[in-house]
């Protein structure tokens, strides 16, 4: 089954605005650290932002940082990356992941994925 769901991804234009939701199904995502990840065709899989379970902690990539942020809300069972200053460098499938090891870049600590969701920055 489905344990995460991705949505509001889409085409923008470079300077342009997203933001993306992570819905989650059976899983309770306070129980977890969140991450986002994106991968471009042709490239591995890219480490963006994360954050831990009480939301005191975010981490991002050096690509993203101060354009980028993330952020949950426990009622909701959802966790959003709020893209913002987009450039074509950015255009992507996003997907939302969580970890039970805590807020980290590291791969193998996220069990479970969204679908993802498609990002496209024109120029």
């Known amino acids: 089954q489905v344990l995460l769901v991705e949505s509001g991804g889409g085409l923008v234009q470079a300077g342009g605005s997203l933001r993306l939701s992570c819905a989650a199904s059976?899983?309770?995502?306070?129980?977890?650290?969140m991450g986002w990840w994106r991968q471009a065709p042709g490239k591995e899989r890219e480490f963006v932002a994360t954050i831990n379970s009480n939301s005191k902690s975010t981490y991002y990539s050096d690509s993203v940082k101060g354009r980028f942020t993330i952020s949950r809300d426990s009622a909701k069972n959802t966790v959003y990356l709020q893209m913002n200053s987009l450039k074509p460098e950015d255009t992507a499938v996003y997907y939302c992941?969580?970890?039970?090891?805590?807020?980290?870049?590291?791969?193998?600590?996220?069990?479970?994925w969204g679908q993802g969701t498609q990002v496209t920055v024109s120029s």
């Open positions: 992941a969580a970890s039970s090891h805590g807020a980290t870049r590291e791969y193998k600590a996220y069990a479970y």
């Open positions: 059976v899983l309770t995502l306070s129980s977890y650290a």
